[in-house]
């Protein structure tokens, strides 16, 4: 089993929609948890941090649910802008490393 | 959060030989990072480089293949040495930010071995 598992996608969304991506995890120690944004040939950029409580950026929701290992991101009203790769990181149990998801893409259209 | 940048952006270079990547941070860091990316995959950590000791490797990443510096806070570099065509990747440094465990990264070195 992956250590942080995604659905790659993609997902094709019109502009103006909602669209969710998930992503669970195997380490129950792991504490801490991002999304990351990834355009094609850059490097990743932090999204936003998870809290177990969720947060709301703007557009963006993040939730984490522990006893399920589940993280979720949730995008409202899509902009074209919006078109990347999403990863879904976590810490490794009480370690500084990072594992990365594979990453989930979205391609919003007009 | 920190700015980092990289040195070089790319670089096509012939089997065998060794390519020295540079990356720079604005501010003093702990923990600098180094990582690979292949094409159409996620990020794979190469090392851990802490200031004032050695490395720490992950899995399938060796000292001698990727030696690492770190000479001070805002510095690192990574060498690929003895390079072959399953080295071509793109290699990513990054450093942590102000909250635990949250890394922020350098452009990327697109290495090409020919």
């Known amino acids: 089993r992956k250590e942080v598992e995604q659905d790659p996608g993609p997902f094709n969304v019109p502009e103006g929609a909602t669209v969710a991506f998930n992503c669970t995890y195997s380490?129950?120690?792991?504490?801490?948890f991002f999304w990351y944004r990834q355009d094609c040939r850059k490097e990743p950029k932090l999204l936003m941090s998870v809290y177990s409580s969720g947060n709301e950026d703007g557009r963006f929701t993040a939730q984490l649910n522990r006893a399920s290992q589940y993280i979720s991101l949730l995008i409202r009203d899509s902009k074209l802008s919006d078109s990347a790769t999403y990863l879904c990181?976590?810490?490794?149990?009480?370690?500084?490393?990072?594992?990365f998801g594979t990453g989930t893409r979205l391609q919003v259209f007009p | 959060s920190a700015v980092i940048s990289q040195k070089p952006s790319r670089d096509i270079c012939q089997r065998g030989t060794s390519l020295t990547i540079q990356c720079q941070v604005d501010?003093?860091?702990?923990?600098m990072f180094w990582y690979r990316q292949q094409p159409g995959q996620s990020l794979t950590l190469i090392a851990t480089?802490?200031?004032?000791?050695?490395?720490?490797?992950e899995s399938g990443f060796v000292i001698d293949k990727f030696p690492i510096s770190r000479p001070n806070l805002t510095f690192s570099t990574l060498t690929v040495s003895n390079m072959s065509p399953e080295d071509s990747s793109i290699y990513l440094c990054?450093?942590?930010?102000?909250?635990?465990?949250?890394?922020?990264f350098g452009p990327g070195t697109r290495l090409t071995v020919t």
């Open positions: 480089a802490n200031q004032g000791s050695e490395a720490t490797y």
């Open positions: 380490n129950s120690a792991s504490q801490s």
């Open positions: 990054s450093a942590e930010g102000g909250k635990p465990y949250e890394q922020y």
């Open positions: 990181v976590v810490n490794g149990g009480n370690t500084d490393k990072l594992i």
């Open positions: 501010s003093q860091v702990t923990m």
